[in-house]
């Protein structure tokens, strides 16, 4: 099965800060990661899919980018709406499995 | 508009079964692949389950299979997922998601993503 870690476990930022999580696979998978955004009480929002193409609807201040094992999410200016959790997944091979998450709250 | 509306969730003593139904809408359900993934109370997103769009594929994470079985009806745009032999640590938020699938002509690659989800239904696992 592929692992999937993130770092940091948890950032405090303000508004206007850039953030760059990142995640790393435990074997290749490609470009196969998505990435989501996830509030409390809400559903899980697909941010980013292919590694680094952004999904219809989502802000340009989001961008992903890497391939093989290591990818990473930037927020170029952070937002009050940003404040949230963030997951890596890959789909290149079942399980699909999720990173452990990346919370964002304010400093 | 694009919908997917979970239910079924509930109280449910461990050992026991549940079903768990996610309606459709607004898309042409029987061409997409869908998934359930939870989220335990404190805890990240965990995949479950995916069906292909015509259900001749399931594939499970390890911590439900052979417990858990995902199924669609197509002719009633709505998957299912049956959950027997509960444990405590099912107790979670149980959401659908459409699976969608982008062709990128560069390579060639067909990549897939969850870009439709439920609002959830609570599943609570407990004597």
């Known amino acids: 099965d592929i692992q999937m870690t993130q770092s940091p476990s948890s950032l405090s930022a303000s508004v206007g800060d850039r953030v760059t999580i990142t995640c790393r696979a435990s074997r290749t998978v490609s470009t196969y990661v998505n990435w989501y955004q996830k509030k409390p009480g809400k559903a899980p929002k697909l941010l980013i899919y292919a590694a680094s193409s952004l999904q219809s609807g989502v802000p340009s201040r989001f961008s992903g980018s890497g391939s093989g094992t290591d990818f990473t999410l930037t927020i170029s200016s952070l937002q009050p709406e940003d404040f949230a959790t963030y997951y890596c997944q890959q789909n290149y091979g079942t399980p699909f499995s999720f990173g452990p998450g990346t919370k964002v709250d304010i400093k | ?127």
């Open chain 2, 1 to 127: 508009q694009v919908q997917l509306v979970e239910s079924g969730g509930g109280v449910v003593q461990p050992g026991r079964s549940l079903r768990l139904s996610c309606a459709a809408s607004g898309f042409t359900f029987s061409t997409f692949g869908m998934h359930w993934v939870r989220q335990a109370p404190g805890k990240g997103l965990e995949w479950v389950a995916v069906t292909w769009s015509d259900g001749s594929n399931t594939y499970y994470a390890d911590s439900v299979k052979g417990r858990f079985t995902i199924s669609r009806d197509n002719s009633k745009n709505t998957l299912y997922l049956q959950m027997d032999t509960l444990r405590a640590e099912d107790t979670a938020v149980y959401y659908c998601a459409r699976d969608h699938g982008y062709y990128d002509s560069s390579d060639y690659s067909t990549y897939y993503y969850m870009d439709v989800w439920g609002t959830g239904t609570t599943v609570t696992v407990s004597s």
